[in-house]
DNA sequence: ACATATCGACCGACCAGTCGGTCAAAATTA
DNA sequence: TAATTTTGACCGACTGGTCGGTCGATATGT
């Protein structure tokens, strides 16, 4: 059927826009008025694909979060050395955050700010459970295979590369331009791994 | 006089509303009726004191980055190693960080998210400068020492520390109870030092 | 002809900022 | 000291405009 596609269609163009004008103005900034202009759709009709504004920005995010999950993971082969496996992770993320548009992060980072104060029905705690539980993982392997120091604790460095990963994200917002992400994370995670891996 | 301390009294009143509602409801969410509610004002009143309600925005904003400038950086004493001098400015920022009241934070993410899209007139880049400039001083101190490797890649490093702690605050809001963040930092800091220490 | 999708004019709730008036206290005068 | 004037901080009702969401009309497809 055509149908489907169409609608598809549609409803992606919509979140196309969204996400156009959300990243530029902001969320509270953006007037319903002006994405159905830009996705050349009339503003009734974006309330058939979403019930409401609210809806539309949680849908935005769980598409960008899909993308983001999906690349970033696969990067990962079961073959490589735990090592090699953080470095995969780390600049997985990194280089699909810098493929993606700008746009999609600034999106975001405001759902970041939103998010927290629990305006919002979607919970993304459960997508850096997910990184989370991935990293430990990888961890844990690395210590049994005595590759890094026994001593390493698993719950403490994971959460701390993943707070690397988002921080180093908002500092690349930040200074776009004077930052070399690249480097700086493939020296970050040459220290990281020196500190815990067994001489 | 009397005149300026009740002024003053007035003006801090207003801004602690204000830190108090945005905190809760974030900037676009909080009306300027609620905060004179709040501050014990009329809403004209805040009008004699702040141009405009972002105008009372990033007054807040300086205000709280005041705080945080004067204390993590005297933690960093002359005589103490490069090491320690490192490990004093993160957890000094942390520990500021925990003391300050959470609310003051959820103002600050919300403050980035805005300030990333250039809506605000108060360029808060500088804040980082600072930090970067301090921190690139201790590793150089460091290594001139013969504590640190000479391979180790100033730039880039403190660029890393300076984000590893954003993303960690970040982390540490939205897993409150289930972070130990002295713990964490600390495993972490470890790490990198060890990472980076001559043998 | 019927069903479905699309549209945008319209509505009413909402809100930042304004402005004319009030009044207590400071300054001036007697 | 007491009476009188001046000041400006303070206030909140009001305004002009905005915007998310609705719904009946229209277009499109079958």
């Known amino acids: 059927m055509f149908d489907t596609k169409n609608n598809k269609n549609k409803r992606i163009k919509i979140l196309e ?4 004008l959300f990243s530029r103005k902001g969320y509270h900034r953006t007037r319903m008025r002006e994405i159905a202009e830009h996705a050349g759709v009339g503003k009734g009709t974006i309330y058939e ?3 409401s504004k609210e809806d539309l920005f949680t849908s ?4 960008l979060f899909k993308a983001l999950d999906e690349y970033a993971f696969q990067k ?4 490589m050395s735990a090592s090699m496996k953080i470095k995969a992770l780390v600049t997985g993320y990194l280089e699909l955050v810098e493929n993606m548009p700008r746009e999609a992060i600034m999106v ?3 759902f970041w700010s939103e998010g927290i104060r629990n305006h919002l029905k979607f919970d993304f705690r ?8 991935i990293t430990r993982k990888i961890l844990e392997e690395g210590i049994k295979k005595e590759e890094f120091k026994e001593t390493v604790n698993v719950e403490n460095l994971s959460r701390s590369l993943l707070a690397f990963m988002d921080g180093i994200l908002f ?4 200074f776009r331009e004077e930052i070399d992400l690249e480097r700086i994370t493939e020296d970050f995670l ?10």
């Open 17 to 20: 826009a969204a996400l156009y």
């Open 49 to 51: 694909y979403f019930e």
């Open 108 to 110: 975001m980072t405001e």
């Open 171 to 174: 500092h690349a917002m930040l």
């Open 190 to 199: 040459d220290t990281v791994l020196k500190g815990i891996s067994r001489r």
């Open 60 to 63: 935005l995010i769980v598409h």
């Open 126 to 133: 459960d997508m850096y459970k997910k990184y989370l539980r």
């Open 76 to 79: 990962v082969k079961p073959n």
